[in-house]
């Protein structure tokens, strides 16, 4: 297991049984506060960070396991641990893989990801049995299946692919639509600078929610990325949202008066946009190199 990083698993087993996190659970629902944006059974991703603290919320998980009526199974992983660490690198892992599943995401029955398919080889049918039996007549989770829960989903996380978003993004608030490519990396490389640099803000995939709620959901927050995984939400959004009361530019916490307009938004970014990611991305890898951080090996 990955030093410093909690995992609770929930899921439900071939019998039917409800939904339920396999051994520990987390002491706080923190993602209830988010239940008007997003229907938990849907994909919905919260990242918290503050005080180089992280909790992440993962639901949504389409899983290859039916129970005895057929109907798919899902995940939902909550996460927790230190930002600046290898437990970091394993949610943005899991993150990574979890928006990168969202391009085929459609109305209608979820189907396997990249992410599900990892829990599914860590968790397979007869192993998820055992553990919600064990759950049912002793529910320790030091001893028996239970036990390996954490070991196992940091096999999962460990298998998945950690490449570096191909367009990072320095926004402080941002909005986009999950079948942009460029909304899902720019999301990415947002949630990597909460886990690796600590800074304290939210990074969140909501299904419910629309534009017209952005500020509703992150005008109290420091920073805030959000993905809209509502079916309708195909449009790309790259422009900084304009979040009173701060000062300066729209979506920097510096900068010229709010007077300036905002960019138009673009699918893609043009030559002077891509020329600054890459000097950003040149940026990011040096600091990398000087702290001493390496991506944990497949």
């Excluded at 410093?4 to 993602?31: C, H, I, N, Q």
């Excluded at 534009?211 to 790259?238: K, N």
């Excluded at 300036?260 to 673009?266: D, G, M, P, V, Y």
Aim: neutral net charge.
């Amino acid at each position: 297991m990955t030093s410093g990083l909690a995992t609770y698993v929930m899921t439900a087993g071939l019998s039917s049984d409800d939904y339920r996190f396999l051994g520990r659970a987390p002491k706080e629902a923190f993602w209830r506060r988010y239940a008007d944006y997003s229907s938990f059974e849907r994909p919905t991703a919260i990242l918290l960070c503050r005080d180089s603290h992280f909790r992440a919320y993962l639901s949504g998980v389409a899983s290859a396991r039916r129970d005895r009526t057929k109907t798919p199974l899902r995940y939902t992983l909550v996460l927790e641990g230190p930002c600046r660490t290898p437990a970091a690198d394993l949610v943005l892992r899991a993150l990574q893989s979890f928006v990168d599943d969202l391009a085929a995401l459609k109305p209608g029955p979820l189907t396997p990801g990249s992410l599900g398919r990892a829990l599914d080889s860590a968790f397979p049918e007869p192993f998820v049995e055992s553990a919600l039996a064990a759950l049912r007549d002793s529910p320790s989770a030091t001893t028996g299946p239970l036990a390996e829960i954490e070991s196992r989903a940091d096999t999962a996380f460990r298998s998945l692919s950690a490449d570096p978003p191909e367009f990072p993004t320095d926004l402080r608030f941002s909005h986009g639509g999950h079948a942009s490519p460029v909304s899902r990396t720019q999301f990415v490389s947002f949630a990597e600078r909460l886990l690796f640099d600590g800074e304290p803000g939210a990074a969140l995939v909501l299904n419910l929610a629309s534009p017209e709620h952005a500020v509703a959901i992150g005008g109290d927050e420091p920073s805030c990325s959000i993905l809209f995984a509502r079916p309708d939400a195909a449009e790309s959004h790259q422009d900084p949202v304009e979040w009173p009361p701060k000062k300066g530019r729209p979506g920097s916490p510096t900068g010229l008066p709010r007077a300036i307009a905002l960019r138009e938004a673009q699918e893609e970014p043009g030559l002077s946009t891509r020329f600054s990611q890459m000097f950003l991305g040149a940026l990011r890898t040096v600091r990398d190199f000087l702290l001493g951080r390496r991506r944990a090996s497949s």
